[in-house]
């Protein structure tokens, strides 16, 4: 069975542009997760989404949005790109988020000039 | 508050046994996960506690104290691969992680 997948595995943007990163999840997984991972420190939860609805939001600006779609992939967006917006962008799946196990996918790694 | 607490940096030998610890100060978590990260990539899944006690798999194990909000992960007969970062996790109540800053392994021949 396929693992987490994430698109694109690498990202370069310049500051003030927008950028969406894609996940898809464990086949019968139907929740998503996405954090942010800088270097030197843990994941930071930006959002969870379950059943295409949001469940959870991290504390990060109104510039991060996500969505979850029917076959319960997901995108992350992300507005007017600052430097500090350079990281590591995990997608991770769960069968319903509560509590459950999330396994990551590979991540998206991001870097902004 | 959620913070959690481990160690930044640990050195250990090949074949020994080695723990690695974590505390937290939180009233929410509904249990606490341990990943491995090895450098560049993705965290891989280790561990879950949601009740007190020792959960053992294989040469790696897990402890949990929800009282005195400790966990700590230990792994034996240590090898070069298990040289990667550690990251002790709690499940928050949004159905997220709270992750620590990680714990970086190195294990030397």
């Known amino acids: 069975d396929a693992g987490v997948t994430q698109s694109p595995t690498h990202l370069i943007k310049t500051r003030g542009q927008h950028v969406t990163l894609r996940c898809s999840p464990i086949?019968?997984?139907?929740?998503v997760s996405w954090y942010q991972q800088v270097l030197g420190q843990g994941p930071q939860f930006i959002f969870q989404y379950y059943e295409k609805e949001e469940r959870g939001r991290g504390n990060f600006p109104d510039r991060f949005s996500a969505r979850q779609f029917p076959n319960y992939s997901s995108e992350l967006n992300v507005n007017a790109l600052l430097l500090g917006d350079s990281a590591l962008y995990l997608c991770a799946s769960s069968l319903d988020g509560a509590g459950d196990t999330q396994y990551f996918g590979p991540g998206t790694r991001l870097t902004v000039l | 508050g959620q913070n959690i607490d481990q160690p930044t940096e640990m050195t250990a030998t090949e074949g020994a046994i080695v723990q690695i610890n974590c505390t937290y100060q939180t009233s929410g978590f509904n249990g606490l996960f341990w990943y491995q990260q090895h450098a560049g990539e993705a965290p891989t899944f280790l561990s879950y506690?949601?009740?007190?006690g020792l959960e053992e798999k294989g040469r790696f194990s897990s402890f949990l104290s929800r009282s005195k909000g400790y966990s700590y992960l230990l792994l034996k007969e240590l090898q070069m691969k298990d040289s990667a970062s550690y990251l002790c996790a709690g499940a928050g109540s949004q159905g997220n992680l709270i992750f620590g800053k990680g714990t970086k392994l190195s294990v030397k021949p």
């Open positions: 506690n949601v009740l007190d």
């Open positions: 086949s019968g997984h139907k929740s």
